[in-house]
């Protein structure tokens, strides 16, 4: 089967007329009638139809089962020539988010300089949501990802790494920073600003106030940590963060979660399971697990 065709075929699908897939691709009409037609004779089944009346293309149930096999066939194929890429590089793009570089890059950077592999690495920042999806599609090689529960994905090797805490996250002058603890359904009446989608904070947050059977209100969410801290030192609302992103030079105070349950920040390694680990790799991977005893 050629793979182009299923390129092809794909965009058929996608933009529902020949002649816009033809100027896609820079090729002649008959070019995508031909490919359409080697498709389904080799599959033998017709996989688009044409409704004259209405001048639209149907697609057909062996046209739809196509379509999804030829998604996937097409995206390993792009990721192969990824990985196949990255081994004649010198560097491994490995992916932290900000939370977790910001707590660990500079202590493990240490670790890096002194096995001589800082030179080798190129750091990708993004949320942790955002970098799950960049591994998956061969645009980075490694990851240490956050996540509220064990990440089970058949097509990554995932190590646990860390366990930590969220915290509710005030001002010095708000009236819970005297509290030693907090139960979430308190907070029902207060103002939360809060990290985005890119994160996985509001997961959590979701979590809690659906156990708690509470609508808490959400007045700005930002990937922009350094504004969020701002926002709760100026009293607009109060944080929901994990223990890792609080500091003493923020001027801010972190009170725990009282609930019995609560979800957790989990810190993982990430890599995919069918890429072939090169000696940088395996190095870099070590070397994380030697730093990483120091913080058990």
Same mark, same amino acid.
């Given at each position: 089967m050629n793979t182009r065709d299923l390129e092809y075929y794909v965009q058929i699908v996608k933009q529902k007329n020949f002649t816009k897939v033809a100027k896609f691709f820079d090729v002649s009409q008959p070019t995508i009638t031909y490919a359409l037609q080697r498709l389904e004779k080799e599959i033998g089944a017709t996989?688009?139809?044409?409704?004259?009346?209405?001048?639209?293309?149907?697609?057909?149930?062996?046209? !739809?089962?196509?379509?999804?096999?030829? @998604?996937?066939?097409? @995206?390993?194929?792009?990721?192969? *020539?990824? #990985?196949?890429? @990255?081994l004649q590089k010198k *560097?491994?793009?490995?992916?932290?988010?900000?939370?977790?570089?910001? #707590?660990?890059?500079? !202590?493990?950077?240490?670790?890096?300089? *002194?096995? @001589?592999?800082?030179?080798?690495?190129d750091i990708i920042d993004g949320g942790s949501r955002d970098l799950y999806g960049m591994i998956h599609q061969g645009r980075i090689d490694l990851a240490i990802l956050g996540s509220t529960q064990p990440i089970v994905d058949q097509k990554l090797e995932v190590e646990p790494l860390l366990d930590k805490c969220f915290m509710i996250v005030v001002s010095p002058s708000h009236p819970l920073a005297d509290r030693t603890s907090v139960s979430f359904k308190e907070l029902v009446n207060d103002q939360f600003v809060l990290l985005n989608e890119h994160y996985v904070h509001p997961a959590a947050f979701t979590k809690l106030s659906k156990q708690t059977h509470i609508v808490p209100k959400i007045v700005y969410q930002s990937n922009d940590l350094t504004i969020l801290k701002s926002m709760i030192r100026e009293n607009i609302g109060i944080g929901f963060l994990t223990e890792i992103a609080i500091h003493p030079e923020d001027n801010l105070v972190a009170i725990p979660l009282a609930d019995t349950a609560q979800p957790r920040f989990l810190i993982s390694l990430a890599t995919r399971a069918q890429q072939l680990p090169t000696v940088l790799h395996e190095n870099v991977i070590e070397v994380i697990h030697e730093f990483m005893k120091t913080q058990k």
């Amino acid at each position: 089967m050629n793979t182009r065709d299923l390129e092809y075929y794909v965009q058929i699908v996608k933009q529902k007329n020949f002649t816009k897939v033809a100027k896609f691709f820079d090729v002649s009409q008959p070019t995508i009638t031909y490919a359409l037609q080697r498709l389904e004779k080799e599959i033998g089944a017709t996989l688009i139809t044409r409704d004259r009346s209405h001048h639209e293309l149907i697609i057909t149930p062996a046209g !739809k089962q196509l379509l999804i096999h030829a @998604q996937s066939v097409l @995206q390993e194929i792009t990721l192969a *020539k990824a #990985e196949i890429a @990255q081994l004649q590089k010198k *560097k491994l793009r490995f992916g932290m988010p900000p939370i977790i570089g910001n #707590e660990y890059f500079p !202590k493990l950077s240490s670790y890096f300089i *002194k096995h @001589q592999l800082m030179g080798q690495i190129d750091i990708i920042d993004g949320g942790s949501r955002d970098l799950y999806g960049m591994i998956h599609q061969g645009r980075i090689d490694l990851a240490i990802l956050g996540s509220t529960q064990p990440i089970v994905d058949q097509k990554l090797e995932v190590e646990p790494l860390l366990d930590k805490c969220f915290m509710i996250v005030v001002s010095p002058s708000h009236p819970l920073a005297d509290r030693t603890s907090v139960s979430f359904k308190e907070l029902v009446n207060d103002q939360f600003v809060l990290l985005n989608e890119h994160y996985v904070h509001p997961a959590a947050f979701t979590k809690l106030s659906k156990q708690t059977h509470i609508v808490p209100k959400i007045v700005y969410q930002s990937n922009d940590l350094t504004i969020l801290k701002s926002m709760i030192r100026e009293n607009i609302g109060i944080g929901f963060l994990t223990e890792i992103a609080i500091h003493p030079e923020d001027n801010l105070v972190a009170i725990p979660l009282a609930d019995t349950a609560q979800p957790r920040f989990l810190i993982s390694l990430a890599t995919r399971a069918q890429q072939l680990p090169t000696v940088l790799h395996e190095n870099v991977i070590e070397v994380i697990h030697e730093f990483m005893k120091t913080q058990k």
